[in-house]
């Protein structure tokens, strides 16, 4: 090993320190106040599947780690359960700070790490801003057209069917309208 360099290497010049204040402004929760008992990660039923541990991005941001926190795959896999909020004992609303990293992340053109968790999730809000509530079964249709793998649930999605999981027709809101107007406030970038 001798002179080799660890890519871990924290370099202290690549260091954004207004990246945690971001994060509380966005958020409005305070990664800085997590001391890493590792309780989130303990708790966590996706962790097996992310590259970092929860407590981990929080430590990216406390460094000011901005490109390492905003190119993981784990601000995607998260699924903003709330076990880890529940188990932390500082409180820390962690999938906020996951979702601020997620919005900051699409802003500001970072490749995403998770790229079929994110068509996912588009689908689902399409769905939402068309119907007002989600349809299952388009989502997954125009889902699989996305990633263009046909059957690879498809005798998951049979059994949903038989069972009525999954619904033929949308259902729709009564008051769409009211619900449109806010999807096109929010492409407009005004938040709510």
Same mark, same amino acid.
């Given at each position: 090993?001798?002179?080799?360099?660890?890519?871990?290497?924290?370099?202290?010049?690549?260091?954004?320190?207004?990246?945690?204040?971001?994060?509380?402004? /966005?958020?409005?929760?305070?990664?800085?106040? #997590?001391?890493? @008992?590792?309780? *989130? %990660?303990?708790? +966590? &039923?996706?962790?097996?599947?992310?590259?970092?541990?929860?407590?981990?991005?929080?430590?990216?941001?406390?460094?000011?780690?901005?490109?390492?926190? /905003?190119?993981?795959?784990?601000?995607?896999? #998260?699924?903003? @359960?709330?076990? *880890? %909020?529940?188990? +932390? &004992?500082?409180?820390?609303?962690?999938?906020?700070?996951?979702?601020?990293?997620?919005?900051?992340?699409?802003?500001?053109?970072?490749?995403?790490?998770?790229?079929?968790?994110?068509?996912?999730?588009?689908?689902?809000?399409?769905?939402?801003?068309?119907?007002?509530?989600?349809?299952?079964?388009?989502?997954?249709?125009?889902?699989?057209?996305?990633?263009?793998?046909?059957?690879?649930?498809?005798?998951?999605?049979?059994?949903?069917?038989?069972?009525?999981?999954?619904?033929?027709?949308?259902?729709?809101?009564?008051?769409?309208?009211?619900?449109?107007?806010?999807?096109?406030?929010?492409?407009?970038?005004?938040?709510?």
């Amino acid at each position: 090993m001798g002179n080799q360099i660890s890519s871990d290497i924290i370099h202290i010049n690549r260091c954004d320190n207004s990246f945690r204040d971001q994060i509380v402004e /966005l958020s409005g929760e305070n990664a800085g106040l #997590c001391f890493h @008992c590792g309780s *989130c %990660a303990n708790g +966590c &039923p996706f962790r097996d599947l992310m590259d970092y541990s929860p407590n981990g991005v929080l430590r990216m941001i406390q460094l000011g780690l901005r490109p390492s926190a /905003l190119e993981c795959s784990t601000i995607w896999v #998260c699924v903003g @359960c709330n076990t *880890c %909020a529940v188990q +932390c &004992p500082m409180a820390i609303h962690i999938p906020a700070i996951m979702d601020s990293l997620c919005q900051i992340a699409l802003a500001e053109g970072v490749k995403v790490a998770e790229p079929d968790i994110l068509n996912f999730h588009q689908e689902f809000l399409n769905s939402v801003e068309r119907y007002g509530r989600s349809h299952k079964l388009e989502i997954m249709l125009r889902y699989k057209i996305k990633k263009k793998n046909w059957f690879e649930d498809l005798a998951v999605g049979l059994k949903m069917l038989r069972k009525r999981k999954l619904h033929l027709l949308p259902s729709r809101v009564k008051n769409l309208f009211e619900l449109k107007n806010m999807f096109r406030i929010k492409k407009q970038g005004v938040r709510l």
